[in-house]
């Protein structure tokens, strides 16, 4: 029996229920929304990398939820992303990274 590889297509159809959807070599990974101690933290760090990027002009820093696809069937939400090259999706708000991936993406490993 062969899998089927999701791609980006699959992603955008899934519903908007507060879950975390993320596609990973074409595998589908579905976690629950963070707790609130997860998401206090990630705002900090956020806040933290932003204040450096800006200050420095880097480049940008997105908070969660920012989609980031790293390939047509690899499409992670993490809780931090930055980079120096992001092309906007047109169809939406999802962001493509250059390729090769040339940034940073954090996420927190506590729930």
Same mark, same amino acid.
């Given at each position: 029996m062969s899998? &089927?590889?999701?791609?980006?297509?699959?992603?955008? @159809?899934?519903?908007?229920?507060?879950?975390l959807y993320e596609v990973l070599d074409g595998e589908l990974f579905v976690t629950? @929304?963070? #707790?609130?101690? +997860? =998401?206090i933290i990630s705002m =900090?760090?956020?806040?933290q990398l932003h204040a +450096? &990027?800006?200050? +420095?002009?880097?480049g940008l820093i997105l908070a969660a939820p920012a989609d980031v696809i790293l390939a047509d069937t690899s499409i992670v939400q993490p809780?931090? @992303? #930055?980079?120096?090259e992001l092309l906007a999706r047109p169809a939406g708000s999802a962001m493509?990274?250059?390729?090769?991936?040339?940034g940073l993406a954090l996420a927190d490993i506590w729930p």
């Open positions: 899998k &089927v590889a999701l791609t980006y297509r699959d992603y955008a @159809a899934l519903p908007d229920d507060g879950r629950p @929304a963070p #707790g609130t101690r +997860h =998401q =900090q760090l956020s806040a +450096h &990027v800006t200050a +420095h002009r880097l809780d931090a @992303a #930055g980079t120096y493509i990274a250059a390729e090769p991936f040339s």
